[in-house]
């Protein structure tokens, strides 16, 4: 099994700063991964796919990168609708997640 | 536009049982492997299963081996989860999800809410 490790577990920081998670795979997984946005009560929302791709309609302020092992997520400028716990997410080998990361605005 | 709509969530007492249900549109759902997920309350996501297209292969994650039971139907573009044997630590938002492929991305259900509880 393929376990996902992310931190830090939450974060508080200031609107316009910007905000870094990682995230780290057990195992190669080349670059399937995916980064997830979930606000309480919804379903996560696809943020970032292949490691580095920005879905569809995702405001250019979120990025991802890394491959193999190693992933970032950044914000490049915390906005106040950017509150909410964000995960990572490998699809080599089944399904799994990290444990996610809680966004706080200081 | 893809949709998945999942039902069947409720109470149900330890020990219980409970099929959950995944209504798909929008897409030719018999060319899409599909996967279950669940959130237990204040916590994280957690993979549950997954089921190829011709549910040739089928996995299951530990927590949940040998009690649920995952199928599709693809004539009826449906999904279920068979779960028995439910324990307090079952309780779950379920959803259903859809593999991504080389040009689709993951799409997930709005989630079906199962409490095990005396």
């Known amino acids: 099994d393929i376990q996902m490790t992310q931190s830090p577990s939450s974060l508080s920081a200031s609107v316009g700063d910007r905000v870094t998670i990682t995230c780290q795979a057990s195992?190669?997984?080349?670059?399937?991964l995916n980064w997830y946005q979930q606000k309480p009560g919804k379903a996560p929302k696809l943020l970032i796919y292949?490691?580095?791709n920005l879905e569809t309609g995702v405001p250019s302020r979120f990025s991802g990168s890394g491959s193999g092992t190693d992933f970032t997520f950044s914000i490049s400028s915390l906005q106040p609708e950017d509150i909410a716990t964000y995960y990572c997410?490998?699809?080599?080998?089944?399904?799994?997640f990290g444990p996610g990361t809680k966004v706080e605005i200081k | 536009e893809v949709q998945l709509v999942e039902s069947g969530g409720g109470v149900v007492k330890p020990g219980g049982s409970l099929r959950l249900s995944c209504a798909a549109s929008?897409?030719?759902?018999?060319?899409?492997?599909m996967n279950w997920v669940r959130q237990a309350p204040g916590k994280g996501l957690e993979w549950v299963s997954s089921?190829?297209?011709?549910?040739?292969?089928?996995y299951y994650a530990d927590s949940v081996k040998g009690r649920f039971t995952i199928s599709r139907d693809n004539a009826k573009n449906s999904l279920y989860l068979q779960m028995n044997s439910l324990r307090a630590g079952d309780t779950a938002v379920y959803y259903c999800?859809?593999?991504?492929?080389?040009?689709?991305?993951?799409?997930w259900g709005q989630g079906t809410l199962v409490t095990v509880s005396s």
């Open positions: 999800a859809r593999d991504p492929t080389v040009t689709t991305r993951p799409d």
């Open positions: 929008g897409f030719t759902f018999s060319s899409y492997s």
């Open positions: 089921i190829s297209t011709s549910s040739s292969y089928i």
């Open positions: 195992q190669d997984i080349s670059n399937y």
């Open positions: 292949d490691a580095s």
């Open positions: 997410q490998q699809y080599n080998n089944l399904w799994t």
